[in-house]
């Protein structure tokens, strides 16, 4: 009777050490991810009066990032493609396609892993001419 409890009582022991190792295998570790850089020109809903249409997008620097993703989108009818460009620094700079509206955001991307996080909130403006 001793016995079987001695052995009942080492495979347990055993039992909650394969559990263990096997939790040890399977354990997600959390990166964290990049913060969206905080837009700063043009401001949201920016009448723009002015032609030629050269447009300087900036944002505050993401610490921790070391290159950002900028989209640029035109409305004549329906959103579309005007630019998708990667930048090493906050700003970049573009001739905009027409009296309309326009929007843009941007990502940041981590220098410790490379990988992106979120996009910014879209942010609109409009060319009168």
């Not at 399977?26 to 969206?36: F, L």
């Amino acid at each position: 009777m001793k016995r079987r409890i001695f052995l009942l009582s080492i495979s347990i022991i055993l039992l909650n050490l394969a559990f263990s190792a096997e939790a040890q295998v399977h354990r997600v570790i959390k990166v964290e991810q990049i913060a969206p850089p905080e837009l700063i020109a043009p401001i949201p809903g920016a009448k723009i009066n002015m032609f030629p249409r050269t447009t300087v997008f900036e944002w505050k620097h993401v610490e921790g990032a070391n290159k950002y993703e900028i989209v640029v989108e035109y409305n004549d009818g329906k959103w579309k493609l005007l630019k998708n460009a990667t930048t090493n620094v906050t700003s970049y700079t573009l001739n905009f396609v027409g009296k309309q509206q326009g929007r843009w955001r941007v990502k940041s991307f981590s220098k410790a892993t490379g990988k992106p996080g979120p996009y910014s909130e879209w942010r609109e403006f409009e060319y009168l001419k």
